[in-house]
């Protein structure tokens, strides 16, 4: 199934990623409206022409007419919101999310919703140091992946739509992966390295380190920069993925640390080609 | 004291900082010579035009007129190098280094050294992903640190004639700083960054991980491509430093899970808030 022209769509949350989505998808023609508790962003997204109408609360006219409504909200708002407001959804209505973990979301909105409308999620894998609906930019989706996670309850139908919704708004690459599977590479890749850099800039408080540090240094740290009630939200949402990935890394950082202790300089080196053997993969196939 | 015209400049061993620096003083008009046991560099230095003349061997002649020695060698040859052909060298020469650490050379180089000759140590913090003098390159220096690790056995004289030097060879900074302080530094912003990108790099084997990879993880593990003979030797020849280092970040990091176990959303956004705080310190002063 495709996203065609006559379909109508609503984003509920208008932050920097539901703005993004707004942003892209009237620019190419279709039809978006909006849900956002603040009366600013709506007005804002209206006279920037990327919505047509808005609402701060959950308008039944608005709902009654979506075919297609994308969630960009905290996960903690996201499931008691369609609890609560589900009932003026629209019937055959396909939903999608925008959530940066999955686990702690997919399973209780399909198990919540009603029969007759379909939520398959996604994660779009793109963000800036920046936050708001003013600072909305659909071309972070440019270099960025786009991931879609179905479960055994979700249709064909509706999967195809999810995926070309992501190459709609000019993603770089849309996969398909197991809910479990997103939860344990988002772990790894976004929340364990975010956890380093934070404990990198927050481990030593030697004054004037600043003025001795190089790009090393600075390229890890940052994203040590970061909104903290929404990565909190994310760190919780996934926690025993991101402990997994924290324990695995903790046991590396162990064993480096048991070579340097018995000056073990071949297994030293042995880490080290390891390490620039398999870096260089990340090189190798740069997103396209 | 100044570096001038007048002073002839050996450096010994033409790797990728070695060569630069010959590229860089050579361009600026100072006689330079080499000695490396790699004929192929030396051929390559002269045909560059980067030194007048080279010798594979601890030529006499050449260190005999040696005003200026920098030593570009890995800290276990640089020792017994010094040692055993410290007799050629010409009185009142001036000795500098590059090495990346100091509590392993510099005592012990100003224990053994001639007294007639004085060594003042440097360390350019400066690199590339690649080695060799065919890649050296002066423009490396040029958004890099330069620091002087004088000991209380260095005179005015040289500690200023090391600090001209990293201004003629074009350091964004020139600064001085304790060896203690250096080698403390040092474990921390590039040593402990490296073993962080490593284990990263290690830690996980699940295949196709570069597919789903962002910004955040390849910035992270951009060092991670590294020389493991000269790594390992920095790692061991300032290991009571690293170790400091990796233990209070292997305690923040525990005291991080922690707070992520016991669902302590409180703590977790604190940390966040300071690390996002003292991240800022390393934007608003850039090196210039």
Redesign the interface.
């Known amino acids: 199934m495709k996203l065609d022209f006559q379909k109508n769509i609503t984003i509920v949350g208008l932050g920097l990623i539901g703005g993004s989505y707004a942003r892209a998808l009237s620019a190419l023609g279709y039809t978006v409206t909006a849900i956002d508790r603040n009366a600013d962003s709506i007005d804002y997204a209206i006279s920037e022409g990327m919505i047509t109408r808005g609402a701060t609360e959950a308008d039944a006219a608005i709902l009654g007419e979506a075919d297609v409504i994308v969630f960009a909200l905290y996960p903690s708002i996201f499931v008691p919101w369609v609890e609560e407001h589900q009932a003026k959804f629209k019937s055959g209505a396909i939903m999608t999310d925008v959530t940066g973990v999955k686990g702690c979301v997919v399973e209780r909105i399909q198990n919540c919703l009603r029969p007759d409308v379909e939520f398959i999620a996604a994660h779009p894998?793109a963000g800036r140091e920046v936050s708001g609906v003013r600072n909305s930019d659909p071309s972070i989706f440019r270099s960025?992946?786009y991931?879609v996670t179905p479960t055994p309850r979700n249709t064909e139908d509706a999967i195809e739509l999810c995926c070309h919704l992501g190459r709609v708004l000019g993603f770089a690459?849309v996969?398909v992966?197991s809910v479990d599977d997103h939860d344990?590479?988002i772990a790894?890749?976004?929340q364990?390295?975010?956890?380093?850099?934070?404990?990198?800039?927050?481990?030593?408080q030697?004054e004037h380190?600043?003025?001795?540090?190089?790009d090393?240094?600075?390229?890890?740290?940052?994203?040590?920069?970061?909104n903290?009630?929404m990565?909190?939200?994310l760190?919780?949402s996934n926690?025993d993925a991101?402990?997994s990935?924290?324990t695995?890394?903790?046991?590396?950082?162990?064993s480096?640390?048991k070579k340097?202790?018995q000056?073990d300089?071949d297994g030293?080196?042995e880490?080290?080609?390891?390490?620039?053997a398999?870096?260089?993969?990340?090189d190798?196939?740069p997103i396209t």
Do not use: P
Not at 192 to 204: D, K, N, P, R
Not at 271 to 276: C, E, L, Y
């Open positions: 894998m960025a992946n991931v690459r996969s992966l344990e590479i790894f890749v976004s364990l390295t975010h956890c380093i850099a934070i404990c990198l800039m927050t481990c030593q030697t380190l600043e003025d001795y540090t190089g090393s240094f600075r390229d890890l740290t940052r994203i040590a920069r970061l903290d009630e990565w909190s939200e760190f919780l926690k991101l402990l990935q924290m695995l890394f903790e046991e590396e950082l162990a480096l640390r340097l202790e000056g300089r030293l080196r880490m080290m080609r390891a390490s620039t398999r870096r260089a993969l990340f190798k196939k």
